[in-house]
């Protein structure tokens, strides 16, 4: 747990998917630095634990059950969030699916259930959220990963959700700039300690090859996308929209060659 580096007090941030992993860690991150929580996700006890952790001088968290498919559910918890804060100054959007399958075994049924939890997900988070934000000075992230740009056997149905996730936060950039809104998006590379991981790299020897494969030579941490989701939200990156941002040691730096470094 690093200190806080921001102050947030006195704003309010909702954070879908963030009852968990590392939406959960950048949560914790802006409940430190004094903001006021909101956060969503599919399972019922993992949203009564993150609100029951999240509460802080503030306030009480609020917490809502969803399934980021279901437009009308996030539209609702928006308009909740809205009526008891008044407003969304920081928007999170980290929900999403994966598993590793071949192209060639993945059914269409598969396919769709990641894009439809990545990539519509993050459309209907984006569009519920547009008039609540504040405008200007509104931050957005969302949460990407690197198969949007790069791509990765067994993961053809999280390379194409994911690229349009990018493509959204480029696009909403350009358009909702001018109200004084900016969108990025923060692409975390291995990171300990995360359930994504464990289906990537589910063994002892995965998981150091994994770690021998980034030029830090070290898995990253929650903290490490934390700190960097904090910075984007502040005035210290107030000329920054329309960016995306990898978090992961160099890893993707040299277009995936760091997979032969880890032998």
């Not at 071949?102 to 990641?114: I, W």
């Amino acid at each position: 747990m690093t200190a806080p580096i921001f102050d947030f007090t006195g704003k309010n941030v909702f954070v879908f998917g963030g009852t968990s992993g590392i939406n959960l860690g950048i949560a914790n991150a802006f409940a430190r630095a004094g903001a006021r929580l909101g956060v969503a996700s599919r399972s019922q006890d993992k949203v009564e634990a993150a609100v029951a952790q999240l509460g802080n001088e503030a306030g009480p968290a609020l917490g809502f059950s969803l399934d980021v498919r279901d437009h009308e559910a996030v539209a609702a918890a928006v308009e909740t969030f809205v009526a008891e804060r008044g407003k969304i100054d920081v928007l999170v959007s980290g929900a999403a699916g994966n598993f590793p399958a071949a192209a060639a075994a993945l059914s269409p049924n598969g396919f769709k259930s990641v894009v439809d939890i990545d990539l519509m997900g993050t459309f209907h988070v984006m569009r519920a959220a547009y008039s609540a934000l504040a405008k200007p000075g509104a931050a957005i992230i969302n949460i990407t990963a690197p198969q949007a740009w790069i791509a990765m056997p067994m993961q053809i149905h999280v390379c194409a959700a994911k690229a349009g996730v990018d493509q959204i936060t480029r696009t909403l950039a350009m358009e909702w700039g001018r109200e004084g809104v900016r969108v990025n998006s923060v692409s975390p590379g291995p990171i300990e300690g995360t359930e994504g991981m464990e289906r990537l790299a589910p063994t002892p020897e995965a998981k150091a090859r994994s770690a021998n494969s980034v030029p830090l030579e070290r898995m990253g941490t929650v903290d490490d996308i934390a700190d960097v989701c904090l910075f984007l939200a502040s005035d210290a990156a107030r000329y920054v929209s329309g960016a995306v941002i990898p978090v992961d040691g160099g890893w993707t730096a040299g277009g995936m060659m760091s997979t032969a470094m880890g032998g």
